[in-house]
């Protein structure tokens, strides 16, 4: 398994890359309303890029037609943006998007309400995204990447979700996956060491009800049981800083999202 450790010159590269990925994120989360579709989502993160140095990552990456993921209540990753697809008051929405600039990537995802939603599918946001912060937290040189998936299962069962276990975060750099997988489950002080210079995209997809995943065709991940899942995710470097999150402002602090 080779990990490539990137140089300072490298996580600038990519730096640019997520600062372009967040700035549509979240003009998108702003949009999110009801009533768009998310093929409205779709044609608005394509203009948004337009006259952007790079392209969007995902459009043509194994066939996939578009330039965002946009997951629907139980769908989990890889929901393709349709017109026929209105969001509706009450569903959430998982948008994922990633930018390719000068040969290298970055990838980050948020999921949105759609007005109102209840009070138990907020609080399955609330702990997915927390779950993501004590994730990146534990991004540090010497830490395991079991502690990093450690963190986010721990955080997640406290709360009586589960995690999904067919889909994983992964290394990226200049390629949009790459070595290490990185599972949002394991155990603390197991697995690969963390290094300087490793990028990995910490991504957790968390399930309201059981983690068991249904495929409705070769792209759409659901959840078997029709339970609500949320996914939120960044790109994070391991500096001799500490985390670095790659998709988002260096002034920013606090949350993730």
Same mark, same amino acid.
């Given at each position: 398994?080779?990990?490539?450790?990137?140089?300072?010159? /490298?996580?600038?590269?990519?730096?640019?890359?997520?600062?372009?990925?967040?700035?549509?994120?979240?003009?998108?989360?702003?949009?999110?309303?009801?009533?768009?579709?998310?093929?409205?989502?779709?044609?608005?993160?394509?203009?948004?890029?337009?006259?952007?140095?790079?392209?969007?990552?995902?459009?043509?990456?194994? @066939?996939y037609p578009c330039s965002?993921?946009?997951?629907?209540?139980?769908?989990?990753?890889?929901?393709?943006?349709?017109?026929?697809?209105?969001?509706?008051?009450?569903?959430?929405?998982?948008?994922?998007?990633?930018?390719?600039?000068? @040969?290298?990537?970055?990838?980050?995802?948020?999921?949105?309400?759609?007005?109102?939603?209840?009070?138990?599918?907020k609080k399955l946001l609330?702990?997915?995204?927390?779950?993501?912060?004590?994730?990146?937290?534990?991004?540090?040189?010497?830490?395991?990447?079991?502690?990093?998936?450690?963190?986010?299962?721990?955080?997640?069962?406290?709360?009586?979700?589960?995690?999904?276990? /067919?889909?994983?975060?992964?290394?990226?750099?200049?390629?949009?996956?790459? /070595?290490?997988?990185?599972?949002?489950?394991?155990? /603390?002080?197991?697995?690969?060491?963390?290094?300087?210079?490793?990028?990995?995209?910490?991504?957790?997809?968390?399930?309201? @009800?059981?983690?068991?995943?249904?495929?409705?065709?070769?792209?759409?991940?659901?959840?078997?049981?029709?339970?609500?899942?949320?996914?939120?995710?960044?790109?994070?470097?391991?500096?001799?800083?500490?985390?670095?999150?790659?998709?988002?402002?260096?002034?920013?602090?606090?949350?993730?999202?």
């Amino acid at each position: 398994m080779a990990i490539h450790l990137r140089s300072a010159e /490298e996580l600038e590269k990519m730096h640019r890359a997520g600062l372009i990925v967040h700035e549509t994120l979240t003009a998108l989360r702003d949009l999110v309303r009801p009533g768009l579709t998310t093929m409205d989502l779709e044609k608005f993160a394509e203009e948004k890029i337009v006259g952007r140095p790079g392209k969007a990552a995902f459009k043509g990456y194994r @066939g996939y037609p578009c330039s965002l993921c946009t997951s629907v209540n139980s769908e989990i990753v890889h929901g393709i943006p349709s017109p026929r697809r209105k969001l509706r008051e009450g569903d959430i929405v998982s948008i994922d998007f990633g930018m390719e600039v000068d @040969g290298y990537f970055a990838d980050s995802a948020v999921t949105v309400p759609v007005g109102q939603i209840r009070p138990e599918v907020k609080k399955l946001l609330e702990v997915t995204r927390e779950s993501l912060d004590r994730a990146i937290d534990k991004m540090r040189a010497g830490n395991r990447l079991g502690d990093v998936g450690h963190a986010v299962q721990s955080w997640v069962e406290q709360h009586g979700y589960s995690v999904v276990r /067919e889909f994983v975060g992964h290394g990226i750099g200049t390629k949009m996956h790459d /070595e290490p997988n990185l599972p949002n489950y394991g155990e /603390e002080g197991r697995g690969t060491r963390l290094q300087e210079g490793m990028v990995i995209a910490v991504e957790p997809m968390v399930n309201a @009800g059981r983690p068991e995943v249904r495929m409705r065709d070769e792209w759409v991940a659901e959840t078997a049981d029709g339970s609500p899942s949320a996914h939120f995710e960044h790109t994070v470097a391991v500096t001799a800083n500490g985390p670095w999150i790659l998709t988002r402002p260096k002034e920013m602090t606090g949350p993730s999202w």
